[in-house]
T-cell receptor, first 111, second 115 residues
Framework: QQQVKQSPQSLIVQKGGISIINCAYE??????FPWYQQFPGKGPALLIA?????SEKKEGRFTISFNKSAKQFSLHIMDSQPGDSATYFC??????????FGKGTRLSVIA | DAGITQSPRHKVTETGTPVTLRCHQT?????MYWYRQDPGHGLRLIHY???????DKGEVSDGYSVSRSKTEDFLLTLESATSSQTSVYFC??????????????FGAGSRLTVL
């Protein structure tokens, strides 16, 4: 049973456009929601994270929107650049239990 | 990679041979994890450790064992490698961002090919 469902699997965006990746979860006990960015040949790296009591968090061009009632959260990349081309994973964690990951979205930003 | 070293980074082996992957951390973190990454499956947890000699299974633990005899090292062993274990393996440590916010920091990965 997949606890965090991520969509789309792949995404192609024009340079300067907005990239949107969506995730949905079932377990309302999750208390932290990080996003990871992974470049080919590298390990995933923490990009941005949010608590469920916050509806939005912004760091530069990256924004997480969180809808607690719908049990959904999304990553928005504004002014997408070719250097943003990577695989993005949403995740959720509850206390000391292991992090649960979505299956990932491969983003390609084309000029 | 934030004080995490995985070795070897690349390994090619034959079916039926034992393989051990090593994860070494320099930051004295209590929690360590082994994930495997495969196309279409994302990151799947194999085993994790919450202290020296304290380990637990993840969702894909069959065919794998782990050991943690000291805080800084977490070993993943494939007793008899199979082709289905061809994958990229990532070690991670848990880092607290304060107020109960826990995230993972990953190593660079170990690419294992079983022929």
């Amino acid at each position: 049973q997949q606890q965090v469902k991520q969509s789309p699997q792949s995404l192609i965006v024009q340079k300067g456009g907005i990239s949107i990746i969506n995730c949905a979860y079932e377990n309302t006990a999750f208390d932290y929601f990080p996003w990871y960015q992974q470049f080919p040949g590298k390990g995933p790296a923490l990009l941005i994270a949010i608590r469920p009591d916050v509806s939005e968090k912004k760091e530069g061009r990256f924004t997480i929107s969180f809808n607690k009632s719908a049990k959904q959260f999304s990553l928005h990349i504004m002014d997408s650049q070719p250097g943003d081309s990577a695989t993005y994973f949403c995740a959720a964690i509850k206390g000391n239990t292991p992090l649960v990951f979505g299956k990932g979205t491969r983003l390609s930003v084309i000029a | 990679d934030a004080g995490i070293t995985q070795s070897p980074r690349h390994k090619v082996t034959e079916t039926g041979t034992p393989v051990t992957l090593r994860c070494h951390q320099t930051e004295n973190h209590r929690y360590m994890y082994w994930y495997r990454q495969d196309p279409g499956h994302g990151l799947r947890l194999i085993h994790y450790s919450y202290g020296v000699k304290d380990t637990d299974k993840g969702e894909v633990s069959d065919g794998y064992s782990v050991s943690r005899s000291k805080t800084e090292d977490f070993l993943l062993t494939l007793e008899s490698a199979t082709s289905s274990q061809t994958s990229v393996y990532f070690c991670a440590i848990r880092v607290s961002q304060g107020k109960g916010a826990n995230v993972l920091t990953f190593g660079a990965g170990s690419r294992l090919t079983v022929l």
